[in-house]
């Protein structure tokens, strides 16, 4: 990491010793107005008290832990059960061997209406003449 990215430009090329010394407002994204707010806030007014500050080393810590946290067993078998779920749905999810026999459709498949193909299409048909019948009846 090039620190000079991170502080002001009046701070670029300063030792690490001076950076930590130098007031809060040093840091890039830290303005005279933000460095007096942390000042009043926290008593922060350089950027050793900011480093040294305990929010500031809690929430590293917790962020920091937070990668390494192992899922509890509940959120295991959760993640197991919508696997399997979508692996279900979706059985040709799974990627292609690359030694696979793998052909190619030349041509596409006839597609078929779907209303006439629906496998209860009759009695969907049937239940819409019946409430239109109840609807005009009720008018």
């Known amino acids: 990491m090039n620190i000079d990215t991170v502080v002001d430009k009046e701070y670029v090329g300063h030792s690490f010793r001076a950076l930590a010394a130098a007031p809060t407002s040093a840091l890039r994204g830290i303005s005279a107005k933000d460095a007096k707010a942390l000042a009043q806030a926290f008593n922060v007014h350089t950027v050793r008290d900011l480093a040294n500050l305990g929010f500031v080393k809690w929430a590293v810590a917790i962020t920091t832990l937070a990668e390494l946290e192992q899922e509890t067993p509940q959120e295991q078998a959760k993640e197991t059960l919508l696997d399997n779920a979508v692996e279900m749905t979706f059985p040709a999810s799974d990627p292609v061997s690359v030694d696979a026999g793998i ?3 030349e041509v596409p498949p006839e597609v078929v209406d ?8 009759a009695k969907v048909e049937e239940c819409t003449q019946k409430g239109l019948k109840e609807k005009a009846a009720a008018h």
């Not at 779907?114 to 299409?121: E, G, L, V």
């Open 103 to 105: 052909t190619r459709i």
């Open 114 to 121: 779907a209303h006439d193909d629906h496998q209860h299409a």
